[in-house]
Every structure is written in structure tokens, then in C-alpha cells.
């Protein structure tokens, strides 16, 4: 008899880790891309990256669960790169122009693509996804923790 109880219990408690489990998996809504002036690293941060990468850059979002690979912590660039903030580097992967982790599902970065895509056929560059990029980029310079 309590070799019953205890597989039912168990069964149970089975039972009900499998839902809480299933309700807490995060999903991520596509929406329309919310137009911010180019000149404003911080709106567009705020807009675009701080869902996955936090307000603070650290990498916790609220989206962060919903992500194969966890989001790079930007406060921690110039530190990795032997003090020295990668410009360069940030401006190339807000491009869109590296090969990163699959954590966006395609090769976009950002998840928002198109907005900082510059068109490799544009002569001369497309001069507002250049200071959009260059603004962001600023922006997460001034993120930077010692």
C-alpha cells in the first residue's frame, strides 16, 4: 500500500513540475520595428538591444531565457580587450558582418537586421545607418566598466 501512495505522489509531483516546467518557457513576440532617431545611441539601445543585453549591458534581459546563447555582456568588452574598447569590432557586429552565435536564429545582428544593414552596393554609404551604427556604438562604449 505505500508503494502506491509513494508512485502516485511521485506521479504526481511529476505531473505538476511538467506544467510549472512547460508555463515558465519564454517567448519572444516579433513586433514592428519602433522608429528612434539615429542620433540617440541610448533610445536606440533602449529599443533594440536592452531586451536581450539589459538596461545595464551585462547580458540579463527579459528576453534572455528565451536564447540559445546568452546575450554578451557589452560592460566587459574594453576589459577583454586588453583595455582597449573594440570600436571597430562593435561597429562590424551591429552591422551585421560576423559570423556569431546562432542565439538571434539567423545570421541578423541585430535581431532588428535591415535598420543597421548597410548595402554593400550604396555609393555613397547610406549616411543614416552609418551614424545610427556609429551612435550605438558609442553608446556601448560608454558602458564600460573598469
Known sequence: MNLHRFIC???????????????????????????????????????????????????????????KIRPADLTRLTRQNHGKFPESHVYTVIRGDTNLPTAHGAKDMPLWGALFAESSAAVPPDTEVHQRISNLTKYVASLQQN
Open 9 to 67: 505522489a511521485a506521479s504526481i509531483f511529476l505531473l505538476a513540475f511538467t506544467i510549472v516546467c512547460a508555463a515558465q518557457e519564454a517567448i519572444i513576440k516579433k513586433v514592428p520595428i519602433k522608429s528612434v532617431a539615429a542620433y540617440s545611441g541610448k533610445g536606440m539601445y533602449n529599443n533594440y538591444c536592452a531586451v536581450c543585453h539589459g538596461n545595464n549591458g551585462m547580458g540579463n534581459g527579459p528576453a534572455v531565457t528565451a536564447l
